[in-house]
């Protein structure tokens, strides 16, 4: 009687045991972020993208373009030559 009543307030997974399937999940949510900021910086030469889904952000981004010459160093009225 004793034995069974040990047995069953032992737990029979410790915490850490655990951490090699945690480490694999978050590896993998991590792993897309990580491989577009590579691509971005190889292919672009910028770790990230400018959104251009919506029309206001593809205006935004051909203003910035224009004003500036580069779409990804955003200015403010000092940018516009009288």
Request: aromatic letters at 16%.
């Amino acid at each position: 009687i004793c034995f069974r009543e040990k047995e069953r307030f032992t737990p029979s997974v410790m915490w850490f045991e655990i951490l090699p399937s945690y480490g694999i999940i978050v590896a993998a949510f991590m792993a897309p972020t990580v491989i577009t900021y590579g691509i971005n910086k190889l292919a672009f030469g910028k770790p990230f993208r400018r959104n251009l889904r919506y029309e206001f952000e593809r205006l935004s981004y051909m203003r910035d373009q224009r004003l500036t010459g580069n779409a990804y160093k955003v200015q403010g009225l000092e940018a516009i030559k009288p």
